[in-house]
């Protein structure tokens, strides 16, 4: 059972749902978790009281509970609570939080009662809540700074920014939103590239999210690639297959079309929900998206000379945008001097996280860049050496996803009588993308 | 916003709240009453706003009933007399045509949580067990266990319990759900909801109906029940099959522990269980959200204490992110240092010494820690990446790595030439008391092998007046004392110094005490020296330790799915960097044996000898 329930750094205090807790219980646990520098792990015990918290949108979600509860079932909750906020208030941040606390204690009053889990089905949750969102800041479709991000494939003329879909659900009914439906395919890498070049791990967990803007919709067809196989030993069609070695669907969705036509059936409640979630370890389809060529040596003055050649190789239409790549440096640099080879680059010496952080904003596929650094370090020895240690890059890959997953069509029926508009959209980012030195 | 001071706030929200031009437009009020709300929800003291707001709550609107029941359960209890007044509109809204209006005045008036209202609130909560809406049955289950807790020990109606008994078989599966939890409630003295082979039956044909948190509820409640023959175990074992490889880690989680208590004398079924589960929690451990994945890796961690094989193949699934945080990355280093095995030993010692130099000081010690434990078995990789990261001449890092030597040479005396021989120079670097402890150890027991043993120790012992930490003053007593019976030519003099001081200057007792203690002893001559002080060596038996014993599933299936596994040092008892180990490996046995080695006369200090040593293992 759920005791209290709060979240930290806004002005949302709590909620409290057995017995006579007060305000003293939250700074306890702020105290405890600010005393120390760092992430603490989600279970935090000051004396009796047991702290479960995660961390979402900058904001701590946090439950007290007892000893013997399941930390799945609560981790679970708080994550689905926080997208059930992000649902209704249209994004999440301290902010939205503040404006929409009304519409949150509405909806803790309705998923909680007496610190028991009543329901988190935004289908059910809708006949219940009656405040209106505020959003935090006004939707237009042609917020021009986010174009880019994702790649639409229904409507190929058309880009749907990346915020387009960071609305409240409900505006879909009362503010005459539109009537939109998103489809997301979203992967995240986790790879590992060896000194020499070899791949070690690679890892791709994948998602598919419907977000749904539509009051009444019956039922979505999603089709994927008909040639997918699933495990091992399962190959299907001809040529390269897409493959994924686990998968595992929503409760919701019908698979009575998946075996033949790879074809999944849903009614999807308004807001976001995960569809689909896969695994594919150790096999990618295609190169690792990044290369990384270093170089690295101390000149004659004991100054340490890195040399950085990095490679896109992803197939030349697509491109990787924020590309950040964190090099380790001997503990000490003082000072860094750069050559960049395109002025749209950045770099920079980060001491307290003891690296040099180069920033690059778009990089397209098959393309090269490079960069030379030299650090002054006082008392640069051979050793020193050891410490420049695994490049870590992060990125997003727009319009791409690591498996080779598409979503062949998207139909609606019965067909909608108003306009709808359907979006599809691909987005891989890096879990973590280490390259060892 | 400009944030006034608390009691002008609330002096001018009481002046809009009787405005009575306020009252008469409804958006209007309705917004007085959402700033009361968010100033309580501010820490504002509002309290003195009651009986404006029990006003407030005579409205149609039910955004606004909302917020002044959320208000008035707050303030209940400060204001018994005032709540009175409420129970009115409260009980007249329980008759609201409207059931979602009756399920919010039922579920509030079973919050306010004053023991003179009960008696109001029966009669409505009565009704609501037999209301035509679902929303309604469900609030007033659940307002029963908070009428129950509300006066404790008070008689059980038996009525009440019948009816929750016969609402399990309610068409809505929450308020089915919400009947075990409330009867759990009520029932706790008896033992919770009584679970017999129709109520398990009933609750698991409809399992399918509930949502995930419907399910675990029934899960939990399920694991109460003995089956009465093995094939109604097995008939249960395979119809709740699907949900033990649910996608779900709440549902998956809450099926093991109802396997593993359901089989709990079928040891082989349970491990079968666990192979099983194996898959979806791998999944978990890749999840999005880090504390799931944190929830996941700590119960892998269980789960390989009864077979430590079982994510062997996938160990690179336990490699370390750089961007995750420092307590995912010390879970994973102990799941990897478990799992190492003669084809992956260079791969996991590559992708460790990767952390051994992060900028996380935690995660570099821990990373230099598992490498030692890996140096059990692999002693040679893993002192060559060890006394490697000594030319880094980081105090962290060689504090950790010269610990990391003492327990290895510990369980490993053949280790001992190469850590002899990279010790020389190692304290310079050393900053904290951990690491200097470990090098003094170090020099006193193997100091024969170390050239520069007596010019360290005599820097230590000119320093000794400055040095604060009681554990380095102990250890370099120790140290000392041992390195004179293997070098007396060069120690002699040092040790005359040290235990000179030890005795007429330093203040701290348990100091003085293991001076005089020494000084007793080696009156008493150097053979009984030596029997007391080189008399424990570690068991060359130790020798190679790979892995642990596989355990009994039954010694942490009761841990499962709680917050135990999640606490801080988890499952793995952290051996190394706390003192001495042969403290750590044989303090019971020597304890009993000292004595016998010493004749009368010094055995007065003896006592309070080993209080040092507990009084030192608990400070540190």
């Given amino acids: 059972e759920i005791c209290l329930l709060f979240c930290l750094f806004s002005l949302f205090r709590g909620i409290y749902f057995r017995g006579e807790t007060g305000d003293d219980v939250v700074n306890v646990f702020y105290q405890k978790v600010t005393a120390l520098p760092g992430d603490q792990p989600p279970v935090v015990m000051v004396t009796y009281l047991h702290f479960l918290h995660i961390r979402q949108g900058g904001l701590y979600w946090v439950a007290t509970t007892t000893a013997d509860s399941s930390p799945f079932t609560i981790v679970e909750f708080l994550n689905r609570l926080a997208a059930l906020v992000k649902d209704y208030c249209g994004g999440l941040s301290e902010k939205s939080v503040q404006m929409n606390f009304a519409l949150i204690y509405e909806l803790l009053d309705e998923v909680l009662d007496y610190g028991h889990i009543q329901t988190t089905s935004s289908d059910m949750l809708k006949n219940f809540l009656q405040s209106e969102a505020v959003s935090s800041r006004p939707f237009s479709l042609f917020d021009l700074s986010n174009v880019g991000l994702f790649g639409a494939d229904t409507q190929q003329s058309k880009v749907a920014p990346s915020s387009a879909a960071a609305r409240p659900i409900q505006a879909s009914r009362e503010q005459g939103g539109r009537s939109e439906i998103f489809v997301d395919v979203v992967e995240r890498m986790s790879v590992v590239v060896g000194s020499n070049g070899v791949l070690m791990k690679a890892d791709v967990e994948g998602e598919i999210r419907v977000k749904c803007f539509m009051p009444s919709c019956s039922e979505i067809r999603i089709g994927l690639n008909e040639e997918l196989s699933i495990g091992k030993s399962q190959l299907r069609g001809y040529g390269a297959a897409v493959r994924v070695d686990r998968c595992s669907f929503h409760q919701g969705v019908r698979l009575d079309e998946f075996d033949s036509h790879r074809i999944l059936r849903l009614c999807p409640s308004q807001g976001e929900q995960t ?137 609606l029926s019965p067909v909608q009588p108003a306009p709808s508009q359907r979006w599809v959209r691909y987005v891989t980012h890096s879990d973590s993308y280490s390259i060892r030195i | 916003m400009p944030y006034l001071g608390g009691e002008e706030t609330v002096r001018e929200l009481k002046r809009a709240l009787s405005n009575p031009n306020v009252q008469a437009e409804p958006l209007r009020y309705r917004n007085t009453v959402l700033r009361v709300v968010r100033a309580m929800s501010q820490g504002v003291n509002v309290s003195g706003l009651f009986s404006e707001m029990v006003k407030a709550c005579a409205t149609v609107d039910v955004v606004q009933k909302k917020l002044v029941y959320m208000f008035l359960c707050s303030y209940a209890s400060l204001n018994p007399e005032l709540s009175l007044l409420v129970i009115n509109t409260l009980r007249k809204d329980c008759q609201d045509p409207n059931p979602m209006v009756r399920s919010l005045a039922l579920r509030n008036m079973s919050n306010l949580r004053l023991p003179s209202l009960v008696e109001y609130v029966e009669q409505p909560l009565t009704a609501g067990l037999r209301d035509r809406a679902a929303c309604v049955r469900r609030v007033a289950v659940l307002g029963w266990a908070k009428l129950y807790n509300l006066q404790p020990g008070s008689d059980i109606d038996a009525a009440v319990v019948n009816e929750l008994y016969s609402l399990l078989r309610d068409p809505d599966p929450v308020v089915m759900v919400n009947c075990l939890r409330a009867l759990d409630e009520i029932l706790k003295e008896e033992g919770g909801v009584v679970i017999n082979k129709p109520i398990t039956h009933h609750l ?209 005396p053949q280790c001992s030439d190469t850590v002899c021989s990279a010790l020389e120079g190692c304290e310079e670097t050393l900053q904290d008391s951990q690491g200097r402890q470990a090098l003094l150890w170090l020099l006193g027991v193997y100091g024969d092998g170390v050239s520069s043993a007596p010019y360290t120790l005599e820097a230590f012992i000119d320093g000794v007046k ?155």
């Avoid at chain 2, 999944?283 to 700590?298: N, P, Q, V, W």
């Avoid at chain 2, 020494?518 to 009984?528: D, P």
């Avoid at chain 2, 596994?565 to 000292?594: D, I, W």
Wanted: glycine share 6%.
């Fill in chain 2, 204 to 412: 698991l044909n409809r399992m399918k109906e509930c949502d995930v948190w419907g399910q675990c509820e029934v899960l939990r409640v399920l694991q109460r029940y003995r089956p009465q023959s093995d094939d109604e175990l097995f008939d249960i074992l395979s119809l709740l099959d699907a949900s033990l490889v649910s996608p779900h880690p709440p549902v998956m989680a809450a099926t093991l522990s109802l396997f593993l208590s359901l089989c709990a004398d079928l040891p082989a079924v349970s491990l079968a269980a666990l192979e099983r589960v194996s898959g979806p929690l791998l999944a978990a451990c890749g999840s999005g959200s880090r504390e799931m994945r944190f929830t996941a890796l700590c119960h892998i961690q269980l789960l390989m204490r009864s077979v430590p094989g079982l994510m062997g193949p996938h160990f690179k699934r336990f490699f370390c992110g750089y961007a995750e945080p420092a307590y995912i990355k010390q879970r994973k280093m102990q799941i990897m240092v478990e799992l190492v095995n003669d084809e992956n030993v260079s791969m996991l010692l590559d992708e460790l010494k990767g952390y051994c130099t992060d900028v996380n000081t935690d995660t570099a010690q821990a990373a230099i820690q598992a490498i030692g434990h890996i140096g059990r078995s692999y002693s040679d990789r893993c002192l060559e990446i060890l006394t490697g990261l000594l030319g880094l001449k980081q105090d962290h890092i060689t504090s950790a790595v010269v610990q990391t030597l003492r327990d290895l040479v510990w369980v490993c």
């Fill in chain 1, 275 to 411: 569809v689909m979630q896969y695994q594919l370890t150790d096999d990618l389809p295609t190169a690792p998206p990044f290369r990384l060529f270093p170089t690295i040596e101390r000149d004659g003055t004991g100054r340490l000379i890195l040399f950085l050649k990095l490679r896109c190789d992803l197939p030349p239409k697509s491109s990787a945008v924020n590309v950040c790549a964190s090099v380790p440096v001997p503990k000490g640099a003082v000072s860094l001097s750069q050559e960049l080879s395109s002025p749209d680059q950045s770099a920079e010496l980060q001491s307290q996280n003891r690296a040099v952080v180069w920033q690059i904003p778009r990089l397209a596929g098959g393309t090269q860049l490079s960069a030379l650094f030299k650090l002054d370090v006082p008392g640069l020895s051979s050793a020193s050496m050891l410490e420049v240690g695994p490049v870590g890059l992060s990125f997003e890959l727009p319009k791409f996803s690591a498996t080779g997953l598409q979503i062949r069509f998207l139909r």
């Fill in chain 2, 466 to 620: 400055s040095e604060v930490s009681l554990g380095v003053k102990m250890e370099l007593l120790t140290a000392t004392m041992r390195l004179f019976l293997t070098r007396p030519a060069e120690t002699q003099d040092m040790l005359g110094r040290l235990l000179h001081y030890c005795i007429e200057e330093e203040t701290d007792m348990c100091v003085r005490d293991l001076g005089l203690l020494y000084y007793h002893l080696l009156k008493c001559g150097i053979e009984e020296t030596r029997n007391v002080l080189q008399g424990r060596r570690s068991d060359p038996s130790l020798g190679v330790l790979i892995g642990r014993p596989a355990q009994p599933i039954s010694q942490w299936a009761c841990s499962f799915n709680t917050l135990e596994p999640l606490k801080k040092g988890g499952t793995v008892t952290q051996t190394a960097s706390r003192g001495s180990p042969e403290h750590e490996a044989s303090k019971p046995k020597t304890a009993v044996e000292l004595p016998e080695t010493l004749d009368c006369s010094t055995i007065s200090p003896i006592p309070l000898f080993w209080k040092c040593w507990r009084l030192k293992l608990s400070v540190v």
